[in-house]
């Protein structure tokens, strides 16, 4: 059975977790966000959980910091983001790491079931990305709060061009009109 790590704060999703998995005999360590910011970091191989909802750290800062550790994560059986389900479909996208999985707060107990009891070698978990590797950097400028015009310039495209990829962004990932594009970016830089 594979160890697994549960990095959060002390809240009653991480608090859940932890107790989910303990009361279905899965061996799990807890630690602080503080322990990764302080450089006291457990060696992650096994099964690791980020709660990404957590007080300490917006959702933005904590991506930042898990794509910073990317050399690191790879190293894990099996990586699982827990996030807000309004930013789900952005935080799989923004994260540079393939086949990770994303919980939400809405997510069934049996699919906390199946992160520690699937076999490592059974992708069928993870959740492909969507979207097109330009695309994708259209949206992380984007979110980093770049207009179409100076996204055309960093790109060296088309501020049209911008605009017909936000809207493909936009279909891809279920979202509505740009309102809610925007407000889904605000929901990643709150806590």
Do not use: W
Not at 19 to 37: A, G, H, L
Not at 87 to 106: H, M, W
Not at 173 to 178: F, T
């Amino acid at each position: 059975m594979d160890s697994i790590l549960l990095y959060t704060d002390d809240n009653i999703i991480g608090q859940s977790i932890h107790r989910y998995m303990i009361d279905n005999n899965k061996s799990i360590t807890t630690f602080r966000y503080q322990d990764i910011t302080q450089g006291a970091l457990a060696p992650l191989l096994g099964i690791v959980i980020f709660n990404v909802i957590h007080q300490e750290m917006t959702a933005a800062e904590t991506l930042s910091l898990l794509n910073k550790m990317r050399s690191c994560l790879l190293r894990c059986t099996r990586l699982v983001l827990m996030v807000k389900s309004d930013i789900a479909s952005l935080c799989q996208e923004l994260i540079d790491i393939d086949n990770i999985l994303i919980l939400t707060e809405k997510s069934s107990l049996s699919d906390f079931y199946r992160v520690a009891s699937t076999p490592a070698d059974e992708r069928g978990l993870a959740v492909q990305k969507k979207l097109s590797a330009r695309e994708r950097q259209v949206l992380q400028l984007t979110v980093a709060g770049h207009n179409n015009k100076r996204i055309a310039a960093l790109l060296d495209i088309d501020h049209k061009t911008v605009h017909s990829h936000r809207i493909h962004i936009m279909k891809k990932l279920g979202i509505d009109n740009s309102r809610a594009m925007h407000n889904s970016i605000v929901n990643l830089y709150q806590c």
